[in-house]
Structure formats: C-alpha cells, structure tokens
Nanobody, 117 residues
C-alpha cells in the first residue's frame, strides 16, 4: 500500500506562483506513474499533469506552459511548480500514484489552492 502526503497549497493572487510537493511512502518500488489531479467545486476531478519513471510527462492543455511537473526518485517525491496562476486554477489538488503491476491508484488527502483575482 502506498501513502501520499501533499503540501504546498495556499492562497495566492492571480499571476503568482506556488509549488506543490507529494511524498510517497510504503510499498513504493512498484510506482510507475505519479501525477496531480484537481477538483473544483461542482466539477469533476481532472488530470493536471503526470510523470512516468522514464521522465515522460503529460499536461492538461489548460496548464501547458504554466505548470511544470518533476520527480525526485531518490526522495520518492513529485513536485508541481505552478506559475502564472489564474482564478480558474482554484481547486483541491490531489496527488496520485499508479502501481505498474496492478494499475491501482493511490491518492493523497488533497491540498487547497486558491487564486484570487
């Protein structure tokens, strides 16, 4: 079982930056994909960005050019650097890890990001 702990959320003005961190513990050797999802009030949870152990990345179109996902395998940590934040980025951000063998997803508890206009 994998445990994920997020940090780094908060309140920021539009145009500002935040960096989210997510550290994995437990049975982590089989994690293949780590990523960030977000869920705004009244909306479905959506993929923001993800990164494979190979370093390959995927981004939602809405964050391309503004957000950067990175991974420190030695620290079992994934980061999401968010620049040029917009009010529409306001949401609870969740860390996600996928097991390569079972494809089971593990989720963090979520961290609130609020962007004021």
């Amino acid at each position: 079982q994998v445990q994920l702990v997020e940090s780094g959320g908060g309140l920021v003005q539009a145009g500002g930056s935040l960096r989210l961190s997510c550290t994995a513990s437990g049975i982590i050797f089989s994690i293949n994909i780590m990523g960030w999802y977000r869920q705004a009030p009244g909306k479905q949870r959506e993929l923001v960005a993800r990164i494979l152990t190979t370093g390959s990345t995927n981004y939602a179109d809405s964050v391309k050019g503004r957000f950067t996902i990175s991974r420190d395998n030695a620290k079992n940590t994934v980061y999401l650097q968010m620049n040029s934040l917009r009010p529409e980025d306001t949401a609870v951000y969740y860390c996600n890890a996928v097991d390569r063998s079972t494809t089971i997803s593990s989720w963090g508890q979520g961290t609130q990001v609020t962007v004021s206009s």
